[in-house]
């Protein structure tokens, strides 16, 4: 590619609303320009990212045996009323009308779609198993679009859903589209982690997510340095910190502790350690809308007064099925007799269920809210002043945690860009997608379902690796391999003539390289294609030609290398093996 | 590929809705499935045709000069508004509401966003020509979505947008246009024809469509065999077919032509030639809204009896600026006194407005209706029985018609899968797309567009090249160029083996093969190739090794041809290449 052919657009200024680096920068670089809230074009340079991590993901799918077709984007609403999902899905669901006031959706994903064509096209065991998958247009109708490509509205996915005779084969499946998963982000040349993650809604038995490790991510990740462990924090088990509980030392004294109703006052003022104290979290279920006697619960949930409620956890407690909520004031007032800030389990107005975290369940002579405004307990230990607890793990690790298996945990940030679900019949079931199994009798079929983030893959991207002058793009997903940067062409023209040479040459060896000839100042030039983040800029200058010589630059590195002008394009080629 | 590992599900029957080749075929081999009413998905063998439709049109507009990047499909309303089109567009634009009540479309074209783009990016004249373009998913909102492909509502378009400094330039633009097209459509495999076109309420001086010959298609183009003129019979010149009109020979007579309401009833019924009678058809043009005076105006257009209206010549006409429609038969009782199939041009009850067809208007002694039911005149004559007239070209085209240039003219039919259009400044204008020229003045971009129905081509492609076994495509388009059918690989063991050395050979070479390692029977094997329509098939059979051939049968072939085993993978590749 030639410059001048081309549409290289930089921004000096971002507008004020891009808060992160990669809407930032991709705006700055004329990588996209918004149409409307979380809605883009991709520009040139973009799209040429784009679809160099779609060609990625698609060569890995195929290798992976996974079989490209293309759903609408345009879906009816009666498949998503099958699901079930037109009713529960929220208002991310973009619900439209067509001419004849029939309902369709623009899909966020396509398990209504694939499981039609499940059934209408799998009729025998002896046809799975079988992986179908798209790269398509999504539409999600966020609330609050922002963070550029991160969190848009109309993005690109890669969605893939298997299909087998039995959980085993489902199993397999799964653990194929993992090591492809595994095989895509390490192609693409990002840092990246595969970390265990919770089912949620979608239930099933397994989950992963893949996290592009960047320090802005919105997920926190829980690893162990020295071991294969890695857990989204949402997921990941939080060891109970005390081995044996020790025999109480102190009795169980009324503290007065005024206009302390935070536990990181609490301990300034009695002068002990914050991991002496404990927390009290006051949560409520609701009554089943069936049930007519149903009572409002209130559940006291205890945690160590340096910890933090880990809510996904807490929904999975028995008795928390249908969901729960933080307690009323009210409620709050009603249960304990006592304002919030000085709760305890100690003395509650009427009965709630208790549940202490693991390490509070295990802790003695430990300070809590007194139910009195302006009072706690200290010296408070278990089976003496209060019966022992039940007990769960209610709290998201913390970095330093002990890992049960040996070393410690670790903790980082991700931003997610692949989700691979076990999904089992849910959507089988609902959709009823039976195939003739080996005794001729109809079976679900059995399913997993696959998501890449392709637009968002980019953004990540950028996220992970950039620094005050732009981009810095792995080799793999830049929009072009390498910039050849002529200077001085028009006081000496054998600087035209040896770019020329090089960007031809190198185009000759497969390089996606592109010759800024265009006529501009080096200073601009070069400012432009560091902002762009091309990973490899070759600079023929006339000076440097009186010495032989070319320079060259990684995008990655602080200096340029000279090379004679002869070995210029065999040193491009080293160089950017390790781009 | 190999078969066991792809999904290949054909149909012995196609549902009864598919009324065309082309959405019969493709359901029956398995390449669509509809998901709604003009809505459908690209089964793994579709997808394939569609991609490499996609990959020749991409290779071209790129060699072109073109440049690629990718506008939304959901489009903000307001900008719809600034063009005007969110008003115009009629029910096929789907206009839908994010959750947050605004107004959006689904593109079904990108004028308004590339024009945005353009005001925006491009600022000075150096920056120009430039060309835009992008394979995207389009949505029309189609009344009566029918034959799959060929009018679907979902569908796949590449559009391109050139921007010039001046109609010279963009003139230049639509010619470097026009002949990717042509190298395009070469390609593809198809036999085609470029046709001048109407430019219809887009405006501007000139159109082309590029249409895929077929008897099926639903447009007729008019071409002479000898020349390179070729139109749409919509624009198509239709000339006068008299050189001189002939001195009057007959009285005007008052005729009885009793239940003889039609032009061809009449020749008959009096034993003439339908060549003699002149048929009237009466159309009005209502008054402009803010016109209070304004009355509806009546117009007699006459033509010749064999000879058929052309509408869009018709809506050409000087004072049908606003329109036309065709008079209520109260109208025509108010103008001429008569009911519909006696009417004429002589004693009408009110003056009407008299437009004769070129040829009509050099006719002599022709017969009329005499605005008296069941009468005609015979005899009639220009300048002596009634004024001279106003003429106009208001017919279309008939196959044989002498063309001004020599020779005559032909018709055939085709499908539309390509139209380029010059604009002009008509969206430049309603979105304020200025660039700063060579003396520093803001001024508006010259801009043409450029479509090519990218799903379309492949029912056009089967649509002209099918036959009763199913479709036969043409090689740069086919889902697979080779399918190696083993038969009796469980009597042989060599079959096996042979198939798999062919088939490894020919990908070795870039031959995209498909190797059927199925078992089933050979009959039904190669029944269901023969829809799917791979240009080339090479049995190995068990019968064939012993002589030591393999066959090798082109689709479009009636029989098959031996050749030595060890010659398979040379001679497949010669007879490949004029497939």
Not at 174 to 185: C, E, G, H, S, V
Not at 285 to 290: N, Q, S
Not at 495 to 523: C, F, K, M, T
Not at 547 to 564: L, N, T, W, Y
């Amino acid at each position: 590619m030639r410059a001048s052919k081309y549409h290289i657009n930089t921004l000096k200024e971002a507008p004020a609303e891009t808060e992160v680096a990669s809407h930032r920068l991709m705006t700055r670089a004329g990588m996209i320009r918004k149409v409307a809230g979380g809605i883009y074009t991709y520009m040139p340079l973009g799209l040429r990212v784009l679809r160099k991590i779609e060609n990625v993901v698609r060569e890995e799918m195929n290798r992976a045996g996974a079989i490209e077709l293309l759903m609408p984007v345009v879906q009816p609403a009666e498949l998503w009323m099958e699901s079930g999902r037109w009713e529960k899905y929220g208002d991310e669901l973009l619900r439209i009308k067509d001419r004849h006031q029939r309902d369709f959706v623009l899909q966020p994903t396509s398990e209504e779609v694939v499981t039609d064509i499940a059934r209408n096209e799998i009729h025998s065991w002896r046809q799975l198993p079988l992986n179908f998958y798209h790269i398509q247009t999504k539409f999600r109708d966020e609330r609050r679009p922002r963070f550029g490509l991160m969190r848009g509205r109309e993005f690109t996915m890669k969605d893939a859903y298997s299909f087998d005779r039995d959980e085993a084969g489902a199993q397999a499946s799964y653990d194929i589209m993992f090591q492809a998963y595994m095989r895509i982000f390490g192609r693409l040349g990002l840092k990246f982690r595969a970390v265990a993650a919770d089912t949620g809604s979608i239930g099933g038995s397994r989950s992963h997510e893949f996290q592009v490790i960047a320090d802005t991510g919105e997920d926190l990740l829980v690893y162990n340095p020295d071991t294969q462990y890695a857990a989204n924090i949402e997921l990941a088990a939080a060891p109970c910190l005390i081995e044996h509980r020790a025999e109480p030392k102190e009795e169980l004294v009324l503290t007065a502790t005024p206009q302390a109703p935070k536990c990181e006052l609490v301990a300034q003022q009695l002068g002990r350690p914050l991991s002496d104290t404990v927390k009290s979290i006051v949560l409520a279920t609701d009554p089943a809308e069936d049930d007519a006697d149903g009572q409002v619960r209130i559940w006291l949930l205890l945690l160590r007064g340096d910890h933090e409620l880990n809510e996904i956890k807490a929904g999975k407690l028995p008795g928390f099925e249908r969901g729960f909520r933080f307690a009323t004031e009210a409620e709050i007032l009603d249960s304990f007799g006592c304002v919030p800030g000085y709760l305890g389990p100690i003395d509650t107005a009427k009965p709630v269920s208790i549940i202490a975290d693991l390490t509070v369940a295990h802790m003695s002579d430990f300070i809590c809210g007194a139910n009195r405004e302006g009072y706690h307990y200290t010296g408070a230990n278990w089976g003496r002043d209060l019966p022992e607890p039940q007990s769960a793990d209610l709290r998201n690790v913390v970095a330093g945690d002990p890992d049960p298996n040996g070393g410690h945990l670790a903790i980082q940030r991700g931003i997610e860009v692949g989700h691979v679900f076990f999904l089992g019949d849910k959507y089988s079931k609902a959709l009823q997608a039976t195939f003739l199994d080996t005794d001729g009798k109809p079976a679900l079929l059995q399913m997993g379902c696959y998501g890449i983030g392709i637009s968002r893959i980019s953004a990540a991207a950028i996220e992970q690796c950039h620094d005050d002058k732009g981009i810095v793009w792995p080799r793999a997903i830049a929009p072009f391999e390498v910039v050849i940067c002529p200077v001085g062409a028009n006081k000496n023209e054998k600087v035209g003539n040896i770019s020329e040479q090089i960007y031809l040459g190198l185009q000759e060896q497969g390089v996606e390289a592109i010759l800024d000839d265009r006529d501009i100042r080096p200073g601009v030039m070069f400012a432009e294609w560091e902002l762009i983040g091309v990973p490899l800029r070759i600079t023929v200058g006339d000076r440097g030609l009186k010495e032989g010589v070319v320079e060259i630059q990684a995008r990655s590195d602080a200096a340029a290398v000279k090379v004679p002008v002869e070995q210029a394009q065999a040193a491009a080629l080293e160089r950017l093996k390790s781009l």
